[in-house]
């Protein structure tokens, strides 16, 4: 029959002592770990705050001005201030013949797509950043009663589509105060026009010249 070993003495007397305590009994205090001289934790939370502040108005979906730092061969990075740098597609800086039109140094008005992608940088768009700036542009027009001027791209199903910087659509009853039988005759022409419906969620603008 196998023996069990007995607690020692000192062993089993602090043991016992320990059961015996009562509940709630406060053990030994703990000194606080050293601090680091001149440590000062008001300061700490200060700056804190302040580099919170500096990052906390970037949300994706939210327009900012940026600076252009370098062209690469593919793409452009671009500084908005963020705790990273921003980079976007080299094709949107190609204008209608093909040539690149940004350079270091350039501001430019961007779109935030994601504040970080995977390898850290700030996805960032030229082009959606311009719609953007036009939707407003057009809402404004739109409550202001405003004159728009648009390009025809091309007649559609009940009217023309409308270049006014988005796609916009002018049906062939808002076209003229007469009847317009040709609408193809108006392809290329550009139109001076007043903005009567806009839904920005559906991507819809509906204009008359009326």
Partial sequence: ??????????????????????????EAPIEDEPTEPGFDPEEYERLLDMY?????????????????????????????????????ALEEFR????????????????????????????????????????????????????????RVIERVKGGLAVDIGVRAFLPGSQVDVRPVRNLDALKGQELRMRVIKVNKKRGNIVLSRK
């Fill in 95 to 150: 204008d209608e013949t093909g040539q690149i039109v940004v350079k270091a140094g350039d501001s430019v008005d961007v779109l935030i797509e994601k504040t970080e992608d995977r390898e850290g940088y700030v996805v960032l768009s030229k082009e959606k950043a311009e719609k953007m700036k036009v939707w407003d542009d057009v809402e404004r027009a739109y409550q202001e009663r405003r004159v728009v001027v648009g």
């Fill in 52 to 88: 919170d502040v500096s990052f906390r108005n970037f949300a994706e979906g939210e327009v900012v001005r940026g600076m252009v730092l370098r062209v690469s061969e593919s793409e452009v990075i671009v500084d908005v201030g963020y705790k990273s740098e921003g980079v976007i």
């Fill in 1 to 26: 029959r196998t023996q069990v070993p007995l607690m020692p003495e000192t062993e089993k007397t602090h043991k016992t002592a320990a059961l015996k305590a009562p509940r709630g009994a406060s």
